[in-house]
């Protein structure tokens, strides 16, 4: 490799402009495209940065021309050459309007035929991107995905430092601790039958730097849920993990609206206004049936129960009679067809909902709909008044329990919006959710189970609550929320020991357990525990947002599947007998 040892690559492809022109430049990088023009080789060099056009001409060096016409797709090469100005401009391509005419060239690898083309509009089948990673990876989409995701990090490191606050690294093999998802369990060779487990998140550990007075901590983390996944999960992900002493939430929304601008600011050149948008779960829930609301439109679900309990319509006044909740969404303009409406009951009853009832206005407030024969002409206009109805407006109605209703409608709400082409892709619509509910009662395990984790904190005046009433307590937790994404979640920790053993004890903990499973916790908070609290932001689901895309397996390098498997590597695959002896392992039916 004398090329290598004589000559230093100058540029990247992708930099060279008119002002290289009469520059001698050396490249290195992949063969993207060739084209013979009667022997004049006009190859498209590629690498990290972009393309360049390579022009080998026999009359300026026969040597490199006989490298030129040997490069085929993929193949890897070196070339040194004068920057030139192109005779055919190329407005499309950033490096359209230069060439680099080639003088010295040297081919370093040739390239089996690779499985599909290595070109940013790709219609490869998934599994086969996936099994052919490395490859996939070389596709400027990809590329520039993972740069921005190195960009982010350097941002977020940067603010971070500037803000007082310290990175540490947490442990990867942990113990075994309930905090919402199942455990990857790793078994100990020198301790036979017990495990470690890899943390879901380092929520204890944090905390612990915080009884130590580090006071600002954080980390960008690896983090691991054997959980059932989706487009926007992974079972290995990565978060920026933040925790902060003598804190109020009002204080950890600051630290990250002004972590959030400098990244949107300096990697999308937009301006974030902030303070972001406040509103409680309840109000959320409330009307736009969901914890993570996306705000870019509205399409708000509106409450007509006390409308409709006294009508002559059974579905409607029994379920209010209940207990339930009648809402509705209106689509400004309606159009949509009997045929329409009925896919859309489908989707609302894969939310549980058992139907969807729908009205048209007119200019007077009077319905025309299978149901109007049941509500008065005064009825079908007071409700029309207060569902803002126009005239062609269509109104959208679940009956259910509230959070079926809550479920089915916001599900619909999101339907139709996409359908309708009610989203402008180009906004960022930032709030903050805050006063979750503690707690959650699970009607099959007949228990209390926390809404966050059992270290968040209740609010002071609430924790009497917790004896009488857990369902009305609320927590002192918050989520960051972009346009029906959730960003990251955090909360004011316990620091009382007492109110600690209170949450495992509403949780049904017994003593014993809660010490064999957070003793050391328990032993920390005993020796002087400041007030304290974090946040943990998803670092995947940002940058997948930032660049405007909608599956983080597009943002991580090597992602898993949907049922949790490598395709590239095969993982998860068998291992020796010999090795899980070692780990004192026996498989069922062995």
Not at 180 to 191: C, E, I, M, N, T
Not at 387 to 407: T, Y
Not at 518 to 528: K, Q, S, T
Request: charge should be negative; aromatic fraction near 10%; include cysteine.
């Amino acid at each position: 490799m004398q090329f290598l040892a004589d000559l230093k690559r100058t540029h990247y492809a992708g930099d060279l402009r008119a002002e290289h022109i009469g520059q001698e430049v050396v490249l290195f990088g992949w063969t993207h495209a060739r084209r013979d023009h009667g022997g004049v080789f006009f190859v498209d060099l590629r690498d990290r940065s972009g393309l360049a056009q390579i022009t080998f001409d026999p009359t300026v060096s026969a040597d490199a021309a006989a490298v030129g016409d040997r490069l085929s797709r993929e193949f890897v090469f070196g070339v040194r050459g004068k920057v030139v100005a192109r005779e055919s401009k190329n407005p499309n391509l950033a490096t359209g309007e230069v060439e680099v005419v080639a003088e010295q060239a040297v081919l370093f690898n040739p390239a089996a035929v690779p499985p599909f083309h290595i070109r940013d509009d790709i219609d490869t089948n998934e599994d086969l991107r996936l099994k052919y990673r490395f490859l996939d990876l070389r596709r400027a989409p990809l590329q520039q995905a993972l740069m921005t995701r190195s960009k982010v990090n350097q941002i977020v490191r940067n603010y971070l430092t500037d803000n007082g606050f310290i990175e540490f690294e947490t442990p990867i093999l942990t113990k075994a601790t309930p905090e919402g998802a199942r455990d990857y369990l790793v078994p100990s060779r020198v301790h036979p039958g017990q495990f470690y487990a890899l943390p879901q998140s380092p929520q204890l550990f944090k905390q612990l730097f915080m009884v130590a007075g580090y006071d600002r901590y954080f980390q960008i983390c690896r983090c691991f849920r054997d959980e059932d996944l989706r487009a926007d999960r992974q079972p290995e992900f990565t978060q920026i993990d933040i925790e902060m002493s003598f804190i109020v939430p009002e204080d950890v929304f600051g630290i990250i609206e002004g972590l959030l601008k400098g990244v949107f600011e300096q990697v999308r050149g937009v301006q974030i206004p902030t303070p972001f948008l406040r509103m409680s779960y309840a109000e959320a829930m409330g009307r736009y049936g969901s914890d993570k609301p996306d705000l870019r439109f509205g399409l708000e679900l509106q409450d007509v129960s006390d409308l409709v309990a006294s009508s002559g319509f059974s579905v409607f006044a029994e379920t209010v009679a209940g207990g339930g909740q009648v809402k509705a969404v209106v689509l400004p303009g309606g159009g949509l067809s009997r045929g329409r409406i009925d896919k859309l009951t489908q989707v609302v009853k894969t939310y549980g909902a058992k139907g969807l009832a729908y009205a048209t206005a007119d200019a007077e407030g009077a319905w025309t709909s299978p149901i109007a024969k049941f509500f008065s002409a005064e009825d079908q206009a007071a409700l029309s008044q207060r569902l803002g109805m126009a005239a062609g407006d269509q109104a959208l109605f679940v009956a259910d329990k509230p959070g079926v209703v809550a479920a089915a409608l916001g599900a619909l709400r999101q339907t139709l919006a996409r359908e309708q082409g009610l989203i402008d892709p180009n906004a960022l619509a930032f709030c903050w959710v805050t006063e979750f509910p503690s707690f959650e009662w699970d009607e099959k395990e007949q228990r209390w189970f926390a809404m966050h984790h059992p270290f968040t904190s209740p609010r002071p005046e609430d924790v009497p609550l917790m004896d009488t009433d857990p369902g009305q307590v609320k927590a002192r937790a918050y989520d960051v929320v972009l346009n029906g994404y959730e960003l990251g979640g955090g909360s004011i920790r316990i620091h009382d020991a007492k109110v600690q053993q209170k949450m495992f004890d509403l949780l049904g903990m017994s003593a014993e357990e809660s010490r064999q499973k957070f003793g050391f916790l328990l032993d920390a908070l005993a020796f002087g525990t400041p007030p304290h609290g974090g946040i943990a932001l998803g670092m995947d689901r940002l940058i997948m947002l930032l660049i405007g895309g909608d599956n983080i397996r597009d943002v991580i390098a090597f992602p898993k599947t949907t049922s949790a498997s490598c395709m590239m590597t095969e993982a998860p695959s068998p291992v020796s007998k010999q090795q899980l002896d070692e780990v004192h392992i026996t498989l069922k039916g062995e």
